[in-house]
């Protein structure tokens, strides 16, 4: 009956690794989060897409947050 174990542990470990990494397609539906959560950037309090993975909205987030700076564009 071990490998019976075996199957279980297996599953289990695959669902945390969903977890880590939102929105890979493996057939599945999209994972959604909690319903409710806020942007943690202070002060912010933009309410998160139960699609979004990040805790920060899409101004807050940190790879969206880089910009070009000391360029006078108008
Ligand atoms: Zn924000």
Known sequence: MAGVVDLVM??????RSVQATPLASHGRPPQ??????????????????IYNSNQHCYLHEPMVAVR????KIA
């Open 32 to 49: 959604t989060f909690r319903e409710g959560r806020v942007c943690r950037h202070p002060g912010c309090g933009t309410r998160l897409s």
């Open 10 to 15: 297996e599953q289990r470990s695959s669902e």
């Open 68 to 71: 070009i700076r000391g360029k």
